[in-house]
């Protein structure tokens, strides 16, 4: 059995990027799980459009640390907030714990998650209290602790798995259960939220290069080879989306994959 995180990566990297955008100025965004990987690049691109962005860390400290600095180089004010997805308070705290750093909210990324892969008869209860809690409560309770701050315009984006739309394999029952979840939170947040102004959208990706899931490792060519386009993405890649996603109005409930044709 094993487990990986969607935030994980071996580095912070901002030099695919285009330059600032401006679409995003005067915006404050949270990025759970914004240390590594996908959320680390999401809160770089974020704060190029020139958001202010929070991320949270559950272990990751200094790695969170290096995404505060190259945020405030890009000249936005970001800081680093420690919480745990699985525990109640601390997935609605850090919301809390944002608004009060940046001043408001405006988009919320719901990029933290785990997964634990392994034959279902392998799957304790104790991993899926864990897996729920983490990938589906948390997701809950930080969307709502962030809607009651976001004014007109909120956006709250969630990343999903491309095996929400296809399960190319046996191992992923309790993961891909855990994203499918998310899919009908998104949507039903979309028609609860639409109202306000605030939309809600979900990012499926594909096999993506992180520390935990390397282009390089001994699984890619696998991976690779289920896709369109046969090739890993980029937690760029995914993060351009998100930032898409981010500024659009008229989009809402929608389901977004960035997996290089791994659904086709």
Known sequence: MTSHSADNSAHISDNTLPGPGGTLLGKAALVTGGSRGIGAATALRLAREGADV????????????????????????????????????????????????????????????????GPLDALTVSDVDRVLAVNVRGVFLASRAAAAHMREGGRIITLGTCMTQRVPGPGGTLYTMSKAALVGLTKALARELGGRGITANIVHPGPIDTGMNPADGPHA????????????????????????????????????????????
Request: glycine content about 12%; hydrophobic content about 55%.
């Open 221 to 264: 060519p696998a991976q690779a080879a289920m896709t369109a386009v046969g090739r890993f993405g980029t937690a760029d890649e995914v993060a351009a989306t998100i930032a898409h996603l981010a500024g659009a109005a008229y989009v809402t409930g929608a389901e977004f994959a960035v997996d290089g044709g791994h659904a086709a």
């Open 54 to 117: 929070a991320v949270t860390y559950v272990d990751g400290k200094e790695a969170a640390e290096d995404v505060v600095r190259a945020v405030r180089a890009l000249g936005r004010r970001a800081v680093a907030l420690r919480a745990d997805a699985a525990d109640a308070d601390e997935a609605a705290g850090a919301v809390t714990a944002a608004v009060r750093s940046l001043g408001r909210l405006d988009v919320l990324v719901n990029n933290a998650g785990i997964g634990v892969l």
